[in-house]
């Protein structure tokens, strides 16, 4: 009786070494859930175009398929320049600005869902990731305080400190300085000088400004192409018109748009001019001064590619039904 009491005994104890403590096993299975269930959403939310979680606007479809804002502006920008009804890629629907529609419930579930930082690879909400890698992660990029000096140490944040303690850019005499120091001053002096020339500018005789709209069309080749222009508009008491076209197809990455400004009068005009966002519109535009003369066996301009702020900005105005500029004109006096 004893020695089965005692096989009980030892029988037990083994068992008991055997089994995890109880929260250790709940704790590693909630984490394989939620593991799981993120892995669902993500698969769930992602973009039916790219298969990654979108980081801004998403859009549907009529049918509820997701696409983040630079592939839907990308699939209308395909329709449009093949002349077709752009259409979802999962379920073929027709998608258009007026048909779809943004899905503010995913943006804010996708906002809510983990994801690792960039340089300290811990995790955050990924409506928290701008603020933390920008301000607050101790392994984000930095440089030295007196890099506009010409110091060119580069590391992460939470080693500039010591850095600043040996840095030998604080104790340099001005004339060590004055290299870096001049370089510097003479690109602020071209930005100034720039600024002042478009100032300068509007202190002419003769200025027009226009606000224009570019429509699509298409040319009549046997393969039709696209292109924008303008109805005629006035300035300086002569019809002009101004067209652009796509420098891409729809099966280029990237795209950009070139425009040229033509005379439909007669007479000879030397001008400057260059565009900017219209007042009805919201292309980003960075302004660039072009200069041309326009005679009557030359009407009309070369092409000036459009610079536009962002990757994706061309694909966004070719999404648009219409481009909406304006347009500084500037009579150059002989």
Known sequence: MEEQISTNNQS?????????????KTKNKLSKERDRLESRLIS?????????LPNGPIYQCQHGHLMCIGCFNHLLADGRLKSEQASCPSCRTEISSKNSSRNLAVEKAVSELPTNCQFCKEEFPRNEIPHHEKNECAQRPAFCTYKTLGCTWEGMWHQKEAHGKVCLFPQKTGLDLLESVTALAGNAIEEI?????????LSYEKVAICDIQLCPSRTDDYIPKLYYETNRFTAF????VMKAKVIGNEKSATRSLAYQLILKGKGVFELKYFLLKGPFGDAKIQAEVQRFEFRDDNKESEYHTLMLE????????????????RLMMFQVKK
């Open 12 to 24: 037990n104890s083994e068992t008991s070494e055997n089994l995890e403590p109880p929260h250790k």
């Open 44 to 52: 769930v939310l992602s973009c039916v175009v790219c298969f990654d």
């Open 193 to 201: 000088n720039r600024l002042n020339g478009l100032l300068k500018m």
């Open 237 to 240: 008491d002569q019809l002009w």
């Open 310 to 325: 962002g990757e994706g900005e061309c694909n966004r105005l070719l999404a648009a039904r219409t481009v909406n500029v």
